[in-house]
């Protein structure tokens, strides 16, 4: 009996002796620099949420979502945070990824200005000056809002640039308005200028279309199904999480990138971020579970003013799946 129980006993101390598992590294690319709309991806590395999924969560800024979709396509960062639509026009041209799920179902696009200059509905933009970046996301669906809202392009004025010179533009007095992201660029111009900003939503003028979302490599996805489910499972967990607690979950933001903004702002987009999680379908379902019919509704608005080629119209299924997120409780 003793030499039994001393054999368990040194199996034991052996077992315990033994190394964990190590967690699996995995590189998320962000779209673009922080901003309060990554707030979930800190706040569930911070709280263990990945941890506790077996994942070594890195996160990395972007340069825009084609730069991150690229490196994504090369297997260089493993899952990107996208604008889902840019993704689809790699992906016609035969990059080979995917969404494995669609976070903001709802547009963050508008036409924006200070609230002191009272432009508050599309009639309002008449006789203004828009500042757009040409050939980007909203600049491309501009024409669309146009068409809903009955404006047409004589009825204003258009100044051009990049990102910066955009919002320049519109600090320093030389435009009325910029596109931009309801989460985005509202609060750069808040952090310049101290001032409210007032969006003109696109999605509130019937042009439904969705937005962010997390990609990888079709055959990443293939080859790692498991790791596939496990870091859609703690992505999804993050964003519930963050959505109970905006002000802790911006500030995890700071706590890693100490540079990456003003906690007000920062709170405050991620709370402008919330409410384009889910459409009047997906109200009742968990993070990233995205309607097949808002995924072909997206693609035949892309098509017809995104540049997406027509084929895409034959397969909308393609470009993403449900398969890998938790079921509802898990």
Do not use: C
């Not at 026009?89 to 976070?103: D, F, M």
């Not at 379902?285 to 119209?313: C, H, I, W």
Request: hydrophobic fraction near 40%; charge should be neutral.
């Amino acid at each position: 009996m003793k030499r039994w129980i001393g054999a368990i006993s040194a199996a034991l101390m052996m077992f315990a002796a033994m190394p964990a598992q190590a967690a699996d590294k995995v590189v998320l690319m962000l779209n673009w620099y922080v901003y309060g709309e990554h707030a979930p991806f800190y706040y569930g590395k911070a709280k263990g949420i990945y941890a506790a999924e077996g994942i070594d969560l890195e996160i990395q800024e972007g340069r825009g979502s084609a730069a991150t979709t690229q490196a994504v396509a090369a297997k260089t960062a493993d899952f990107g945070y996208v604008d889902v639509p840019t993704m689809m026009r790699a992906a016609i041209k035969g990059a080979p990824v995917v969404a494995t799920g669609v976070l903001l179902q709802t547009s963050p696009m508008s036409a924006m200005g200070f609230v002191d200059k009272n432009i508050r509905k599309p009639e309002d933009i008449k006789g203004k000056t828009v500042a757009i970046t040409p050939a980007d996301s909203m600049t491309q669906i501009w024409p669309l809002f146009l068409k809903k809202t009955g404006l047409k392009e004589s009825d204003f004025q258009t100044v051009a640039g990049d990102g910066q010179t955009k919002l320049n533009a519109v600090i320093n007095g030389q435009a009325d308005l910029l596109l931009g992201y309801v989460m985005d660029q509202s609060m750069k111009i808040k952090d310049a200028t101290g001032k409210d900003v007032y969006p003109i939503k696109f999605a509130d003028y019937g042009i439904n279309m969705v937005s962010s979302g997390i990609i990888a490599n079709a055959d990443y996805v293939k080859a790692n199904a498991d790791l596939v489910r496990r870091f859609m499972s703690a992505t999804t967990k993050a964003v519930e999480a963050a959505e109970k607690d905006p002000k802790a979950a911006a500030q995890s933001i700071l706590d890693a990138n100490p540079k990456g903004g003003k906690i007000d702002t920062l709170t405050q987009g991620f709370e402008l971020t919330i409410p384009l999680y889910r459409t009047a379908e997906t109200k009742s379902k968990r993070p990233f579970q995205v309607t097949d019919q808002n995924m072909t509704d997206s693609v035949n608005l892309m098509v017809e003013y995104g540049g997406l080629d027509a084929k895409a119209k034959d397969n909308p299924k393609a470009f993403y799946t449900n398969d890998y997120l938790p079921k509802s409780g898990s």
